[in-house]
């Protein structure tokens, strides 16, 4: 079974932050930065292309009011809202969940980059918009 889905049934024990009907907002055990937050559906989906849009919506809305609250609470100067789909984007646990990284300076634990590469822009249209 999923390990969200034994946290999100009590059988593993976890730090809430907050919980609802719907959602189940926990401090992850890895703490990338103090107040690293997960905010789990407690419905299963395995990721974010398969939550129906009407429980995404209110998912977010949640999602930001944990957010907004963290920030405040631990006077952190920003947040990071990231949310992994599949193995190659780093996804571990195949139950969507977003995480919540406050962020206090530059110098923190999280690094983000973006590369520049040298992609045709007309080609990738092409491909999405088919």
Known sequence: MCVFCEI????????????????LAILDISQTTRGHTLVLPKKHYA??????????S????????????????LSAKG?????????????SVQHLHFHI????DENDTVK?????NSFDLSEILKEING
């Open 112 to 116: 983000v980059e973006f590369s520049e």
């Open 8 to 23: 999100i049934k009590g059988s593993i024990p976890s730090a809430k932050v907050y919980e609802d009907d719907e959602v």
């Open 101 to 104: 990284i406050p962020r206090y």
């Open 79 to 91: 947040f990071n809202l990231l949310v992994n789909t599949g193995e190659a984007a780093g996804q």
């Open 47 to 56: 990721n974010l292309l398969e939550i129906p849009d009407e429980e995404l």
């Open 58 to 73: 209110a998912m977010i809305v949640k999602v930001k009011a944990i957010a907004a609250k963290e920030v405040k609470a």
